[in-house]
Nanobody, 122 residues
Framework: QAQLVESGGGLVQTGGSLRLSCAASGRTIGTNNMAWFRQAPGKAREFVASITWTGLSTYYADAVKGRFTISRDNAKNTVSLQMDSLKPEDTAVYYC???????????????WGQGTQVTVSS
């Protein structure tokens, strides 16, 4: 069983940057594809980005492509999300998740973190 803890959220102005981290414990995530999702108030949870277990391939939602970068450090059992050029519409709770197989928007995820709040002021 994996426990995921996100950190790094906060309040930032439009155009600013934040770096989110997801630390796993209980088991290694080094052989799992991983993803970040987000959920804004009153909206459904949406896929943000994913990364293969090797770290060699990444995939982004169109809304964040070119602004966000997902990465991982298997030695530290962590996954990160660098968020640049933030916009008010990026405001949401951000969650990391462990994929059962392929990490895509409609894939199955076995473990989720508790989330970290990101607020972008205009």
């Amino acid at each position: 069983q994996a426990q995921l803890v996100e950190s790094g959220g906060g309040l930032v102005q439009t155009g600013g940057s934040l770096r989110l981290s997801c630390a796993a414990s209980g088991r290694t995530i080094g052989t799992n594809n991983m993803a970040w999702f987000r959920q804004a108030p009153g909206k459904a949870r949406e896929f943000v980005a994913s990364i293969t277990w090797t770290g060699l391939s990444t995939y982004y939602a169109d809304a964040v492509k070119g602004r966000f970068t997902i990465s991982r450090d298997n030695a530290k059992n962590t996954v990160s999300l660098q968020m640049d050029s933030l916009k008010p519409e990026d405001t949401a709770v951000y969650y990391c998740a462990v994929a059962r197989g392929v990490a895509g928007p409609q894939s199955k995820y076995d473990y989720w973190g508790q989330g970290t709040q990101v607020t972008v002021s205009s």
